[in-house]
Antibody, heavy 124, light 111 residues
């Protein structure tokens, strides 16, 4: 059974860098048929896709966050990470990690499973 | 403002059938599939429907999805109390360099 668990500081000061890690168990992060993704939910709002990374470190980011964002993998620890720089109050959200898998097409399209999420508050 | 538009809330009584909508545009629903996720607050979101109308193993056939043009809907029949959750639609959007987009979510209340 694949499980994902987010970890990281729950409070980040404005203008600093938000760093989160997702630990994966039950599956190897090095498999070529999976991508690893971050998604967030600001308070009272819907979900927002942040980006994903493959085991080979090929990444694709949400254009609105791309200039501040780095998603990386650590195959030795079976983890992947998120770094979002120059944060503001608008980055306050629940952050989820999820595996992105193939349902049979050319591109991965299934966010499954997800972690339970971790809350990050950006303080001034 | 989410790219995909969902009603804020729907409600129903146990045993009833409810539907919820999701509307998009040509850059997302036009050539791409719709996906649905169920989220009980405090728990991990769960994949409910993929490729418009496919159910992953383990998802009851009470849940069904459909898509027509730039609109999609999720139907839940035989409503149960444990179905009370937030439901999100999602799709790949081809604009700019491409990205996944989600709806704002629909809160289902089982009365």
């Amino acid at each position: 059974q694949v499980q994902l668990q987010e970890s990281g500081p729950g409070l980040v000061k404005a203008s600093q860098t938000l760093s989160l890690t997702c630990s994966v168990s039950g599956a190897s992060i090095s498999r070529s048929d999976y991508y690893w993704s971050w998604i967030r939910q600001p308070p009272g709002k819907g979900l927002e896709w942040i980006g994903y990374v493959s085991y080979s470190r090929s990444a694709h980011y949400n254009p609105s966050l791309k200039s501040r964002l780095t998603i990386s993998v650590d195959t030795s620890k079976n983890q992947f990470s998120l770094e979002l720089s120059s944060v503001t109050a608008a980055d306050t959200a629940f952050y989820y990690c999820a595996r992105l898998a193939y349902s049979g097409g050319y591109d991965p399209d299934l966010f499954h499973p997800w972690g339970q999420g971790t809350q990050v508050i950006v303080s001034s | 403002q989410s790219v995909l538009t969902q009603p804020a809330s729907v409600s129903g009584t146990p045993g009833q059938r409810v539907t919820m909508s999701c509307s998009g545009g040509s850059s997302n629903f036009g050539n791409n599939y719709v996906y649905w996720y169920q989220h009980v607050p405090g728990m991990a979101p769960k994949l409910l429907i993929y490729r418009n109308n496919q159910r992953p193993s383990g998802v009851p056939d009470r849940f069904s999805g459909s898509k027509s043009g730039t609109s999609a809907s999720l139907a839940i029949s035989g409503l149960r109390s444990e179905d009370e959750a937030d439901y999100y639609c999602a799709a790949w959007d081809d604009s700019l360099s491409g990205s996944w987009v989600f709806g704002g979510g629909t809160k289902l209340t089982v009365l």
